[in-house]
Each structure stands twice: as structure tokens, then as C-alpha cells.
């Protein structure tokens, strides 16, 4: 597997690159030779944020974690990622390293378990054409953190969301 480890407005030091490297390396059980660890360390005021993300095959596994430290961070992001492993493993199982769920699992005594959410409320209504000011207006008065609307200037559904920071994020859908 290969690991990069990024920062921003924090100093990672060699000690901590050393720790991430050989713990992220255990989710090697996983995945095959292509597999690909993004570790982004930041400082977010007096907060250390910790992102993990790994890629193999198609597959996208993510953990965020905020903390006091990086040295906890890295524990707690590690086990939101193999809770997603096997969460998914069925399904994705031939993207998987042959017998990686054996039930030996890295970071759990024994098999988590997981309800799955069902669909219990349908929307449907008629996207008209808006700025993204008008959409963030919107987002406000609804009350949600998201809004969904057709972008007057490109012609394409977009998505305007709340960020856990306070700021908005803009996804536009590609068809």
C-alpha cells in the first residue's frame, strides 16, 4: 500500500509519519498492491484534524477526526475505516484481497453489527432555474442543510450543503 501524508498549518514530525506509516499499513489485509493511503494532517484553530482516506480498485473508504492529538486521531480514524471495509466487504468482495474477512478483524473483538437504513420518505418537485445566491437564500429559509436546484448559469443540478465548518460547499452533478 502506498501512504502519503500531507499537512497543513501543522508540522508532522518524523515520529508520527513512522506511527501513521506502519498502522495505516495494517489495512494492507485488505487490499491488493494498488491500494493508495492519503493521510492529511491539519491544524483547525486549536484542534488536530486527522483525514484518512484510502482508494483501491474503485473503492473509497474515508475517516475524519478531530482531536487533541494526531497520535489519537490516527487510532480512531483507523477503525471508522474498517468498519467500512466490512460494513461493504459483501458487496464488494472481488475488489477485496482473497479472504481478507475472515472474521480477524485489526481493530474489533468480534463483528460489528450494522442495521440498514431504509428509505421512508420520498420528495419530488420540479428543479426551475436559479443562481446560487438565490439557492443559498433558499437553504436558510428551509432550514435544511442542503438544497438542490438547477444552476442558471450551467444549465446543471447542483447541490448546495452546509459544511461542519459554517461555510457552503457546491456539488454540480455531471451527466
Known amino acids: 500500500m502506498k501512504i502519503e501524508i500531507n499537512s497543513k498549518n501543522y508540522n508532522v514530525s518524523e515520529k508520527l509519519k513512522d506511527i501513521i506509516e506502519r498502522k495505516v499499513n495494517k489495512l494492507d489485509k485488505y487490499f491488493n498492491d494498488d491500494a493508495v493511503a492519503k493521510v492529511n494532517c491539519k491544524m483547525e484553530g486549536q484542534a488536530c484534524k486527522l483525514e484518512l482516506t484510502v482508494r483501491s480498485r474503485g473503492l473509497f473508504y ?12 490516527i487510532d480512531l480514524a483507523l477503525p471508522k475505516v474498517e468498519r467500512q471495509i466490512v460494513k ?17 478483524y485489526l481493530f474489533f473483538e468480534e463483528t460489528p453489527i450494522f442495521e440498514k437504513p431504509e428509505v ?5 418537485f420540479e428543479l426551475e432555474p436559479i443562481s446560487v445566491e438565490d439557492a443559498q437564500v433558499f437553504l436558510d429559509t428551509i432550514g435544511n442543510n442542503f438544497y438542490i ?18 461555510n457552503l460547499g457546491l456539488i454540480e452533478a455531471i451527466y
Open 149 to 166: 436546484f438547477l444552476n442558471r448559469e450551467t444549465g446543471k443540478v447542483n447541490v448546495l450543503y452546509r459544511r461542519n465548518d459554517g
Open 120 to 124: 421512508v420518505r420520498k420528495k419530488s
Open 62 to 73: 474515508r475517516a475524519e477526526v478531530t482531536g487533541d492529538n494526531m497520535y489519537e486521531n
Open 88 to 104: 461493504y466487504g459483501d458487496k464488494f468482495y472481488a475488489r477485496l484481497k482473497k479472504d481478507s474477512l475472515n472474521k480477524d
